[in-house]
């Protein structure tokens, strides 16, 4: 295959070029090893987890949440080992960011014991609607009370990601495989820039939904003892990465900032798309390490024999779960324990 050819290669190519490139077969090995060192690190955290945490829908939300590191890890190294698989891998990690941020959503609430007890605590203070990354400057936004419809509008703000994202991804695989979408074509006119930023108001807007609810409950004292801030700036680490990062890396490759060399890990055009994958792996790693200290720090903490147990650290929801997703308000009040939320 021609050096700076618009041809992803194939497989054997990349094989064949590590085999002859010392430097590459570095990248790659190392690449190798840092995703298994998230997933076992996964593994792990789902052993943990399954042995701490006796809710089951509080359990399956945590490992859906940090489920997000490997997939994202597993997507990339696939990416680099099978250039022509990009479009599939994205179109999975894509899906998996979507339903994560939906989850994420939910244990903001899940976290407070429910959205009842949510609602009722917050029934009687004004919610600041100026957050983040959409509204921060508009002042003139009026305050309201967190009502179920408001909490409605804000989730439906979050579920339009989850539907919205993985359908402009897939029309995107589906325009580029019929030759109709060129990322290198940077013009009103063309398909990618709209793409591009209905992508982005779709993230953006998903964000906001987040972010009032986290902007009026993170000063609860039922939230100190969560790292609620820390846990929710890696769920934004990961939408960067997974739409500024890849962005720009596709810009400066339009611009020729990042130029063909014979050399370098892919001798094709959109040697970018490798460079992103490949820094991916290695931010999935170090993501992950950090939100297996948050997310376990508390359960690590009860195995030390603190005055705790297993039921109040956790908050359960269950088994008094409404068929609306609500809590009893009797299920986690429990007498003479002090309730701490992970």
């Known amino acids: 295959m021609a050096n700076c050819s618009d041809e992803a290669p194939f497989s054997a190519d990349v094989v ?3 085999g002859r490139d010392l430097t590459v077969r570095a990248l790659l090995s190392t690449a190798t090893v840092c995703f298994a060192l998230t997933f076992s690190l996964y593994g792990e955290e789902c052993y943990s987890i399954n042995k701490c945490v006796t809710d089951p829908l509080r359990r399956n939300k945590l490992l859906i949440v940090l489920g997000l590191f490997p997939v994202f890890s597993m997507t990339s190294l696939v990416t ?3 250039p022509r698989a990009s479009l599939y891998s994205n179109f999975l990690s894509t899906g998996y960011l ?3 941020m939906l989850v994420f959503f ?4 899940d976290y407070h014991g429910g959205k009842r007890l949510l609602l009722e605590e917050l029934s009687d203070t004004d919610i600041k ?3 983040p990354p959409c509204c921060c400057c508009c002042f003139c936004i009026p305050k309201s009370k967190l009502t179920r419809k408001v909490h409605g509008y804000l989730r439906i703000l979050v579920l339009q990601y989850t539907i919205l994202r993985p359908l402009l991804e897939y029309i995107g695989d589906v325009a580029g495989a019929d030759g109709k979408l060129n990322d290198a074509e940077i013009s009103v006119q063309g398909a990618f820039v709209w793409l591009t930023i209905l992508r982005l108001l779709s993230t953006l807007v998903c964000m906001y939904g987040c972010m009032v609810i986290y902007q009026n409950v993170r000063g609860l004292e039922k939230f100190q003892h969560v790292n609620i801030r820390a846990k929710f700036m890696l769920v934004q680490a990961v939408l960067v990465v997974s739409n500024l990062q890849t962005a720009i890396l596709s810009i400066l490759s339009t611009a020729g900032a990042v130029p063909c060399n014979p050399d370098s890990l892919f001798p094709v055009k959109s040697r970018a798309n490798a460079l992103n994958h490949l820094l991916v792996v290695f ?8 939100a297996r200290w948050l997310y376990l720090k508390e359960y690590s903490n009860l195995q030390k024999g603190r005055d705790q147990t297993p039921a109040a650290v956790e908050g359960r929801t269950n088994p008094a779960m409404e068929e609306n997703g609500d809590v009893q308000a009797d299920d986690v009040k429990t007498q003479g324990v002090n309730i701490t939320f992970v």
Do not use: D, H, K, P
């Open 80 to 82: 680099l080992w099978v």
């Open 106 to 109: 939910s244990l903001l609430t």
């Open 129 to 131: 609607f100026n957050t």
């Open 283 to 290: 931010e999935m790693l170090l993501l992950g390490i950090l």
């Open 98 to 100: 979507a339903l994560s």
């Open 16 to 18: 064949a070029l590590a």
